[in-house]
């Protein structure tokens, strides 16, 4: 998901550098979603991920 992320990052700055205003907008808005929902993930598996057996 980071990888996604990070893709919509890297469109974002290029439509943003050649002036498609709109998509880069949109673009940089999932991009932010998507990296949100990963460290919401992350945080959820480093609490929930491990437990030891009893």
């Known amino acids: 998901m ?3 992320a990070v893709i919509f990052l890297v469109i974002a700055i290029i439509a943003g550098v ?3 205003s ?3 907008g ?3 808005n999932i991009a932010y979603i998507l990296a949100i929902v990963f ?3 992350f945080v959820l598996s480093l ?3 491990r ?3 009893i």
């Open 2 to 4: 980071l990888r996604y």
């Open 18 to 20: 050649l002036g498609f």
């Open 22 to 24: 709109g998509i880069a």
């Open 26 to 28: 949109a673009a940089g």
């Open 39 to 41: 460290v919401v993930l």
């Open 47 to 49: 609490i929930f991920g």
């Open 51 to 53: 437990r030891g057996r």
